[in-house]
């Protein structure tokens, strides 16, 4: 998934640093992340794991790192996952 | 000082009176509207939403809403000099609370009555306040900043300017902090000046900024998080506020006209008496907008995490277009009802100036770059269907 998010992350995070030297708890605003860019990459995540991200999960803390991207996703990949 | 006792919203409308005398003045002048300054200063005003603890009044921002909104009916250029100055207030309360040199300024600005500006814009970046091309230069606890800003309302009559920057030399264009900057601090070589059509007393005028300063000045958190945690929802709902204040002088003026000719012709129902309600119906519109905005702003600031939700910015984008849009459309409304009346300057139904001071409204960060982040939200956000809260 990592990987996955990294990807992503370099193909429409419009980053002013290289996805792959980020760390995991890096803050992905101060390495130069947009709102315009928060969603493309919103829509690109979704569309890579198959999920909707809720409403409630659309704000800043969702998008500031790998590591919360990372829990966002697991969480809602989770969900999906028959019981 | 002897206002001090009495409540915000009478002292504002002891400076409203003071604004309406000098306003065509201002107006006709493009001028500094120094009398209403003053004003605002006896009236202790400047530092009425800094917090208690540093000074202040603590006061709400729904009362500081009411405040622009008064001052605009009297001065527009008046209304949005007092808005820029609390959106900028704003910051500093938000986001200067426990670094000491904030507190320390926060409390003069509250005791001196300072002025705030501010100086977001920059040649070369094309209105974008989310983008810097200059940079704060630190060397020790020192730092000096250059920035060629292609705006800075009433930049000559401030007593501090706040201005962002990007965070170092080598920081990616939009990784910005805001640096508080005192008189003492800068020097301003005027660019361009500041002939418009309309909010012609807000001195708008183009600087070349050099500053230095102490390290301390520069506010802890980034300016991304200033901007969207305060700075643009204050502004959307102050300047809303103010544009609310020019609607209703509008409506003012065009309702004592249409009270005039139905006294003249008793028992007929004059021909604007139409247009009125219609603009009756928008103003009413425009109220319960921003209203309805102060509302969420003041709930997400208690708690949550709708500040920086999707769809807390969507709400606020949409107060502050609507209103601008709206505004117009009442001002042109009230200009049909009051005709020649309205389209002359020398009557008591003039309408030059609201209808210009209102023309800056869509353009002040502009609608349509407004609608097209708007739109780009739109991509993920959902709307909600729902209309209970």
Redesign the interface.
């Known amino acids: 998934m990592n990987e996955t998010l990294r990807r992503i992350l370099a193909q429409h995070g419009k980053?002013?640093?290289d996805a792959a030297s980020l760390g995991e708890t890096d803050?992905l605003?101060?390495?130069?992340?947009?709102?315009?860019a928060t969603?493309q990459l919103?829509?690109a995540i979704e569309d890579a794991f198959d999920i909707e991200?809720p409403?409630?999960l659309?704000?800043?803390?969702t998008f500031a790192s790998l590591a919360a991207l990372e829990s966002c996703v697991a969480g809602l990949v989770g969900e999906k996952e028959p019981a | 000082m002897t206002y001090v006792a009495n409540s915000l919203i009478e002292r504002a409308a002891h400076v409203a009176a003071v604004a309406a005398r000098h306003a065509d003045s201002v107006d006709r002048e493009g001028r500094f509207p120094h009398e209403a300054r003053r004003a605002l200063a006896d009236a202790r005003l400047f530092g009425a939403m800094i917090p208690k603890e540093h000074g202040g009044e603590g006061a709400a921002l729904s009362d500081i809403a009411e405040i622009c909104c008064q001052l605009a009916q009297a001065c527009a250029s008046t209304g949005m000099i007092y808005a820029m100055h609390q959106i900028k207030a704003s910051s500093l309360i938000e986001h200067g609370a426990g670094a000491p040199w904030h507190e320390d300024f926060m409390r003069r600005v509250a005791t001196e009555q300072l002025l705030l500006g501010s100086a977001t814009t920059e040649g070369g970046i094309g209105g974008d306040l989310r983008n810097s091309i200059c940079a704060v230069v630190t060397e020790g606890e020192r730092f000096t900043l250059e920035k060629n800003a292609t705006v800075i309302s009433y930049g000559a009559d401030a007593d501090a300017i706040l201005v962002t920057a990007r965070r170092a030399l080598e920081a990616a264009s939009s990784d910005q902090v805001m640096v508080v900057l005192r008189k003492q601090d800068y020097t301003l070589e005027k660019t361009s000046g500041w002939d418009t059509l309309g909010m012609r007393g807000t001195c708008s005028d183009g600087y070349l900024l050099k500053s230095a300063g102490a390290t301390a000045q520069v506010l802890p958190q980034p300016f991304a998080e200033i901007a969207a945690q305060s700075m643009l929802a204050m502004a959307h709902l102050l300047w809303s506020s103010l544009w609310f204040g020019i609607a209703s002088s509008a409506f003012g003026k065009a309702q004592a006209f249409v009270r005039a000719e139905a006294r003249r012709a008793p028992g007929k129902t004059p021909p604007g008496a139409l247009r009125l309600a219609e603009a009756g119906e928008k103003l009413q519109v425009m109220r319960s907008t921003i209203l309805d905005g102060l509302r969420r702003y003041e709930e997400a600031k208690a708690g949550g995490d709708d500040l920086g939700s999707m769809s807390f910015v969507l709400a606020m984008n949409n107060v502050k277009t609507a209103a601008s849009q709206t505004m117009i459309e009442v001002v042109n409304l009230c200009l049909m009802i009051c005709g020649i009346a309205g389209y002359k300057n020398d009557t008591p139904f003039s309408l030059g100036r609201e209808l210009r001071d209102a023309l800056s409204a869509p353009i002040m960060i502009n609608n349509d770059r407004i609608l097209s982040n708007s739109a780009t939200l739109l991509l993920a956000h959902r709307v909600e269907q729902r209309l209970a809260v």
Do not use: K, P, Q
Request: hydrophobic share 55%; charged share 25%.
């Open positions: 980053l002013a640093v803050d605003y101060a390495a130069g992340l947009t709102s315009f969603v919103m829509l991200i409403d409630r659309l704000n800043r803390r």
